[in-house]
Structure formats: C-alpha cells, structure tokens
C-alpha cells in the first residue's frame, strides 16, 4: 500500500512538499515515480527515482522547480516542489515500479490514492 501526503492549497511562487510511504513492501527495492492527472487530462509523469536513489527523471515542465529524493532513514519518498504554477494543479499519485527504474505508466504496478495540488491566488 502506498499512502502519499503533503497536498493542499498554495499559492502561486509558492511551494509544497508530498511524501509517499510504503507498507507491506520495502519501498528502497523498487523505482518510485510521482505522476499527476487534472480533470480531463491523462495521467502523466512528473518525477521518477531509482531504487537506490542514484538516478531521477523529470518532465519538462517541471525541471529546475521539483526535486524527488528518498529519505533512507524514513523510507519514504518526497517530492518537493517550488515556484508552483496554476498548472501543476492535479492529484498526484504516488507509485511503485515493477523494477528498479521506469518513467512511463506502464513501468509502475502499484499506485496511491492521490493527494490533491490546488494552486491558485
């Protein structure tokens, strides 16, 4: 099961943090990856990280503002995210890979349940 949190209310510039954590499987076995979906949009990939931490992926849109890492000690994964923009409103899910790195949907087998980004002023 994987639980994020972290969500709510900014404004733009602003900034957030999500966390997403694991039960029932050791979170540092698998890539984890942070995708987004907005009303009538697809689901789509934001930020992805190896198992061991050593490799991150980010969408475009993105780069530069988030930054995904894992917290060993705490085994959890974070999201941490800046200079917020109108667009990255969404649910963000939580994921865990298949194996040890994946950027696309299909990489990832089991999913949060999504905690919402609203930003707005």
């Known amino acids: 099961q994987l639980v994020e949190s972290g969500g709510g209310l900014a404004q733009p510039g602003g900034s957030l943090t999500l966390s997403c954590a694991a039960s029932?499987?050791?979170?540092?076995?698998?890539?984890v990856g942070w995708f987004r979906q907005a009303p009538g949009k697809e689901r789509e990939r934001v930020s992805c990280i190896t198992n061991d931490g050593t490799g991150t992926n980010y969408e475009d849109s993105v780069k530069g503002r988030f930054i995904v890492s894992r917290d060993k000690a705490k085994k959890t994964v974070t999201l941490q995210m800046r200079d917020l923009k109108p667009e990255d409103t969404a649910t963000y899910y939580c994921a865990r890979g298949h194996a040890t790195w994946g950027t696309r949907v299909s990489d990832y087998a089991y999913w949060g349940r999504g905690t919402q980004v609203t930003v707005s002023s």
């Open positions: 029932g499987f050791p979170l540092n076995e698998y890539a």
